[in-house]
């Protein structure tokens, strides 16, 4: 494990520290740490910052409320880099957005500004998908069209899609295998939105479950697996 002062800081005595949502991957924001502000996240569990302009430490969310809470602090094979693993408390970017990362870059004509895009795994970028497709009508869409049939609907196609998902792991190619698991996926995500849940409530849960014996964990609260 290294110690604050085995890391590679700049001439100005700063490091910079990405923070990454630990449960889906998305990178909330960059900023600078000092010395004293890297102590201070690693002893409040609170990520703290230094301003480069106001030459002061900063504490993420002291303001606006919106914390990040940080599991742990990892540093890169050079030790000049670091990424805080964070539980966020609401958006990261001071525009409302959950990431400050959102403004493309040479993807389109120029002259012609791109739609933001937020620099989002892939689920989460399908869920929000999901999300709004749930705002258009059936007739164009199918996750529409599967949202407007009720959660009753919803739950058959989740159970058709695990068959033939099950069938394909017993008899059927690994493209089969593959295939059928994304539908699986596409199905639980759309009943998710259903049901108003975040894909990463669902990410938190497995999470509470690593460690702990299956047995165990599916005793202690009377259903389902956990973790083996």
């Known amino acids: 494990m290294l110690a604050v002062d085995d890391l590679k800081w700049d001439a100005q005595g700063l490091i910079p520290a990405v923070a990454q949502d630990r449960l889906t991957g998305q990178v909330r924001m960059l900023a600078w740490m000092n010395r004293e502000a890297l102590q201070a996240t690693l002893d409040s ?7 480069r302009s106001r030459g002061a430490l900063w504490r993420k969310g002291e303001t606006s409320g919106h914390v990040l809470r940080v599991s742990e602090v990892v540093a890169d094979c050079d030790a000049d880099s670091l990424v ?7 958006p990261s970017c001071h525009t409302g957005r959950a990431t400050c990362f959102f403004r493309n870059v040479g993807r389109t004509a120029a002259g012609v500004e791109p739609v933001p895009e937020d620099a989002t795994p892939f689920l989460l970028s399908l869920e929000a998908e999901i999300r709004q497709r ?13 949202l407007d049939k009720g959660i009753e609907h919803i739950g058959g196609k989740i159970t058709e899609e ?5 069938q ?16 699986v996926v596409y199905h639980v ?3 998710l939105r259903a049901r108003g849940i975040e894909w990463r409530s669902v990410i938190e849960a497995l999470a509470a479950r690593a ?17 083996t």
Do not use: I, N, W
Not at 45 to 51: K, V
Not at 162 to 166: D, N, P, T, V, Y
Not at 213 to 218: F, V
């Open 189 to 191: 995500l759309v009943g």
């Open 84 to 90: 805080l693993l964070v539980d966020p408390e609401g």
């Open 168 to 183: 394909a792991l017993r008899a059927e190619s690994d493209a089969r295998v593959t295939s059928e698991a994304a539908d």
């Open 162 to 166: 695990a068959g033939e998902l099950s």
């Open 45 to 51: 569990g609170l990520a703290t910052f230094f301003s």
């Open 134 to 146: 749930a705002e258009s009508t059936a007739a164009k869409s199918y996750t529409r069209s599967l």
């Open 211 to 227: 460690g702990r014996s299956g047995h165990a964990e599916k005793a202690s609260r009377g259903q389902g697996p956990g973790v």
